[in-house]
Each structure stands twice: as structure tokens, then as C-alpha cells.
């Protein structure tokens, strides 16, 4: 018998996973209550709000992956907001900036988590908003027990905060220090914004559907957009060095709606894998998948040798060089011909003996790649000192972790299935404002400010978000939903997890567990847009042959604490006997999965 960190459950009523015990156990409860795995996703969303305020928040956003027991077919729920319609290429560089700032007004995007968490409850869930948004409201008003990160995450922040963000100071800095670890802390302005969008709701009659729709104004024109628009208009330090007033208006909020879409899929060894459209970088996953198949050698994968993992971590690299190039949120991108078999054979044969150091888009049906100017081969990049409010609070180089974003899946006895990925609007990314209890987040520094690329800069288009939920259908029907936080390192943490899982059959858990690795050989999507070619993170509790023999194929090897890299959560089911299973991250000591 393997041992685990902890059991892969198994059950037959639902099953939840999520970055947070908290989280977790308010989705169970909705389950119980008679809500279906959709209720209980957005319980968890709203929760996650709350308890992990510094790895995501209602400023943010969420994209997720739905299938329904009456129509299994997957669906992408974008809760990605787009720039805004003052955010353009001249502005910017009317400031005298080449890159956007990663933090700050200027940084944000129109706020798109709440509108989708409320689509997803009128569309798929059962329940009343009241019904769903009541743990959150209690655990912002009566305060819940702080994790210390939260703490940590405000100490490192807290000159920014008393010299230039004083509304952040407010609600963080209370008596004058961080919050201790365990500190039973309320955010009573966030509690009321809560119970205002229900009040409103209430107001619109007894109708579900028509609470929800009138929340939902209560948000997009109501106070909250009034309180955003108001706020947005002064100026605030941000990570340029410089005060600037933000580009996020109310008339960008009412233009606003979370939307339904098709997924990108590719059909892999039995399995369809469904991912978010290329204006996300979730194909980077299935180009990957894709790659390996080409290579027709069945030790490529095994995430756990040296060969497996050099072959994995080559293709990892061949599908983010096409991040680079090819996707954004645009009509021109050749999503086909990326996913096709033939391109698939066309970057497989790149893959050699020895770790590639160079960023290598690819030429889909013979087109030509464009690049950003600041990760062309030569150029020069100016040295910007540590900010702990910029990029995302992810994973740093030398494997320290300062966080991460959130992730939920929940699956229940009908067959309902989501897989989503909650960001943005952390504590540290823009001024809290006071009204509302949260800030605005900072997904726009995704963008180059470059014409002509796939993912320049431009009002109404949506940033090319890191966050990457996963689902995985059989025969037609969902088994799988995962994901993990960590931007750029989100499809490299999964790519081994489906592997271990649907190929060599681990338990969920067991291949949760096992030694994690990611490339750094990327153009980074935060702010300041670093690359460090040629290195592979490891955890040390790989074997130390595995190591030496990764070294001889030319990575530069950086060993990490033994449980640090990788947040993955995933539930399954069984179609042919409705077992469901679940299984959490260990790592971090903060995520979850409960079940029945």
C-alpha cells in the first residue's frame, strides 16, 4: 500500500476540493442542504472570497468548467472581465510605461468573479442567493480564524499600505500590525455588500431567478459599480513607482456579463480533455498532451524519470513558446491548426536529448509568429526591484512559496460536475475600497503594450488569463474535474496529474502527492515578464538519480523544500457505479477535500 498525505475519498452523495478546509466544508454543507454541485460552487466561491483574501477576491475573476447530469456536454463559464473601455496602448504609453504595472489602479480589469458566480446560480444552481451566500456573510461578519499567510501577505506590504494605500491600511492594519495567525478577523464592509446584493435580490419578489438577475444589477449599475466608479477615479501608487488613477469606470461595469462558451478539447487516449479558449492559457495543456502522443514512446509519460519528465517538461516548453505567440482573445487565433496532429508531429520533432534554452513558437499552417518585443531573443530587460505586490502570489524562483490563487471542484450524486478557478483582486493588488471591502485586481498586466500581437492591449478584450480549470469526459460523460492555483505553473502541476492518474491508474491522491516539477523557461505573465531559460524546479523528495540524470540532459536543476510545488485538487466519478472520489493538496497544510 502507497502511502498518502491523506485518504482519496470515496463516496456516493459529493465530493468537494478546494484550496480552503473552510471553503471545502461550506460546499459540503450546501450539498447537504439539498443544493447541487453548482450551489455549492458558488458557496465555495464567495467563502474563498473571504477566508483566502489574499489569493483572490470579488475584484477578480473565474473561469470554470460545467457539465450537467441533464446535459453532460462541457461548457466554459468566463468570468474573465475585459480591459476596460479607457485602457489603450496610447494611455499607457502616454505615461511613459512599456509594461503595464502589476499593480494598482491602472492594473485592473472590470471585476468578473461575482457577476459569473451569480450566472452560474441562475442558470444551473437550485438554490435562493441567500441560501448560498450565508456562510460568507457570516464568516466576513462574525469573523473567521486568519490564516497566517494572510498575516505574512500584509506584513510584506504594510509601508505600501501606511504610506500610500491608506483605505488598505484600514481594514489590514488595525492597531497598527498585521493580524496574527488564527486572529478571529471580520471584514464588516464586505458582510454588508453581501447582504445588500441579497436585500436587492429580495426586493425584486419571491422569483429565484429574478433575485439573482436583480443582484446582479445591484452590482453591475447599482452601488457597487457606483462605489467602483467613484474610487477608480483616484490616484494611488502603483508598481510604476508613480500615483495613478484607475481606467475602470461604472459604464464598463454595466457593459459587463459573464458568458457561456465552448471549450477547447482535444480527444487523448479514450478521454476528452476540455479547457478554457485560447484567450486563456489552458491549450497549453492540450498542446502538450498532443505533443507527448507524438512522440510515440510511451515512457514519455512518466512523470517520475528522468526521460518522462525531460520529454514533458520539452513539450511544456514548445506549447508555452505558443502561448506566446499565438493566443489571446482575438478571431484571428489558429486554434485548429494548433491542436491539429499534424502541427502535434511538427513540434515533437524538436524535441532531442538535450533541454532547450530558446523560446520556440511555432508556424501553424505556415503562419508566421509574433512575439512581444520584450521576450525577442537579445532583449534587454531592465532590472526591477521586488515588489510584493506584483504578478501573481505564486511560487518564486528559488521554490519559496508566498501563496497561490484558489481552485474548486465539486461533483454530487446526479452526475453535476465543475472544475473552477478563482483569482485576482487580492489584498495586495490594488487599494481597498472602503464601501465595498475589497479591492480591484490586476489581470491587465497580461497585456503588451505592442501593436500587432496576439495579446496586445485593447479596450474590451480579455486578458490572457493563467487560470486553467480542467474536465476530462469518457464515453461521453464528465469523470474528472481538477485544477490548482499557481499561474503559469497551473498546466505544468496538471499535465502529471493526468498522466499518473489516467494513464498509470494512481488514486487521486497518490498522484496529488507525488514529487512536483515545473519549467521557469517561460516568458513570465506577471509583471515584470521574466524568462529563466533552461531551469527545472524539483521538489528534493525526487530521487537523486532522476536528478543528476535531469542534469545530464542540460536543465539547470533547482531543488525546492520537499513539499512545496503543486496545489492540485480533483474529484471524480465513475459513470458506470456513481462512485465519486476526491483528494487535496497537502502542501501548504491549507487545502481540502470532504465528502460523502
Given at each position: ?56 477576491g ?12 441533464q ?70 461578519g ?20 501606511e504610506?500610500h ?31 445588500r ?74 478521454y ?12 497549453v495543456?492540450?498542446q ?51 491542436l ?6 511538427e ?29 525577442r ?14 504578478g ?10 508566498r ?76 469523470i ?51 524568462m ?22 542540460g ?42
Open positions: 500500500m502507497t502511502f498518502t498525505t491523506r485518504p482519496t475519498l470515496q463516496g456516493t452523495f459529493g465530493m468537494v476540493s478546494s484550496t480552503h478546509w473552510l471553503a471545502s466544508q461550506s460546499a459540503m454543507g450546501t450539498l447537504e442542504r439539498g443544493g447541487n454541485a453548482f450551489d455549492a460552487a458558488v458557496t465555495a466561491g464567495f467563502v474563498l472570497h473571504v477566508v483566502e483574501p489574499h489569493l483572490n470579488p475584484g477578480g475573476e473565474v473561469p470554470a468548467i460545467v457539465a450537467t447530469a446535459d453532460p456536454t462541457p461548457k466554459v463559464l468566463c468570468g474573465q472581465g475585459p480591459a476596460p473601455a479607457g485602457a489603450t496602448i496610447a494611455h499607457f504609453r502616454s505615461l511613459g510605461m512599456d509594461l503595464i504595472p502589476g499593480a494598482g489602479p491602472l492594473a485592473a480589469a472590470v471585476p468578473g468573479a461575482v457577476d459569473a458566480w451569480l450566472l452560474l446560480l441562475r442558470d444551473h444552481g437550485t438554490l435562493f442567493l441567500a441560501d448560498v451566500l450565508e456562510p460568507a456573510i457570516d464568516y466576513a462574525a469573523g473567521h480564524p486568519l490564516l497566517g499567510r494572510v498575516g505574512d501577505t500584509v506584513a510584506a506590504v504594510r509601508p505600501l499600505f504610506e494605500w491608506p483605505t488598505s491600511a484600514q481594514l489590514w492594519l488595525r492597531g497598527g500590525s498585521a493580524p496574527a495567525a488564527g486572529e478571529r478577523f471580520t471584514n464588516p464592509a464586505y458582510a454588508r455588500t453581501l447582504r446584493l441579497v436585500d436587492a435580490g429580495r426586493a425584486a419578489g419571491a422569483d429565484r431567478e429574478a433575485q439573482i438577475e436583480a443582484a446582479r444589477r445591484a452590482w453591475s449599475t447599482g452601488f457597487v459599480a457606483d462605489a467602483i466608479d467613484r474610487f477608480s477615479r483616484q490616484a494611488f501608487q502603483d508598481s510604476s513607482g508613480r500615483p495613478h488613477a484607475g481606467l475602470v469606470t461604472g459604464d464598463d461595469l454595466a457593459a459587463y456579463s459573464a458568458t457561456w462558451e465552448a471549450p477547447a478539447t482535444l480527444d487523448w487516449h479514450g476528452s480533455v476540455a479547457k478554457t479558449g485560447f484567450w486563456g492559457q489552458g491549450p495543456l492540450l502538450t498532451l498532443a505533443v507527448l502522443d507524438a512522440l510515440d514512446d510511451p515512457g514519455a509519460y512518466d512523470p517520475a524519470t528522468a526521460a518522462g519528465i525531460h520529454a514533458q517538461v520539452e513539450a511544456l516548453k514548445l506549447a508555452f513558446a505558443d502561448r506566446e505567440a499565438w493566443y489571446g482573445d482575438g478571431a484571428d487565433v489558429p486554434a485548429k491548426a494548433l491539429s496532429p499534424r502541427y502535434a508531429r513540434r515533437a520533432a524538436l524535441i532531442g536529448a538535450e533541454a532547450s534554452v530558446r523560446l520556440r513558437p511555432g508556424r501553424p499552417d505556415g503562419a508566421q509568429p509574433r512575439l512581444a518585443a520584450h521576450v531573443p537579445g532583449a534587454g530587460r531592465r532590472a526591477v526591484a521586488p515588489d510584493a505586490t506584483t501573481e502570489p505564486t511560487v518564486r524562483s528559488d521554490g519559496v512559496t501563496g497561490d490563487t484558489c481552485h474548486v471542484d465539486v461533483v454530487d450524486r446526479w452526475g453535476n460536475m465543475i472544475s473552477a478557478t478563482p483569482s485576482g483582486g487580492w489584498l495586495q493588488s490594488s487599494p481597498t475600497i472602503p464601501e465595498l471591502g475589497f479591492p480591484l485586481g490586476s489581470r491587465l498586466q497580461m497585456f503588451w503594450l505592442e501593436e500587432g500581437l496576439a495579446s496586445s492591449l485593447a479596450p474590451g478584450r480579455r486578458p490572457r488569463t493563467t487560470l486553467s480549470p480542467t474536465m476530462v469526459h469518457r464515453d461521453g460523460e464528465p474528472l474535474a481538477c485544477g490548482t492555483p499557481g499561474g503559469d505553473q497551473q498546466d505544468q502541476w496538471q499535465v502529471p496529474l493526468l498522466l499518473r492518474h489516467l494513464i498509470d491508474g494512481q488514486p487521486l491522491q497518490e498522484a496529488i502527492d507525488a514529487p512536483a516539477w515545473h519549467t521557469l523557461s517561460l516568458p513570465g505573465s506577471f509583471y515584470p515578464r521574466e529563466e531559460p533552461g531551469v527545472l524546479m524539483v521538489e528534493d523528495r525526487l530521487d537523486e538519480d532522476v536528478v543528476a540524470a535531469l542534469r545530464s540532459y536543465h539547470e536543476v533547482r531543488l525546492s523544500d520537499a513539499w512545496s510545488l503543486g496545489r492540485l485538487c480533483a474529484v471524480t466519478r465513475d459513470p458506470a457505479t456513481g462512485v465519486l472520489a476526491a483528494g487535496a493538496n497537502p502542501r501548504g497544510m491549507q487545502g481540502y477535500a470532504c465528502g460523502r
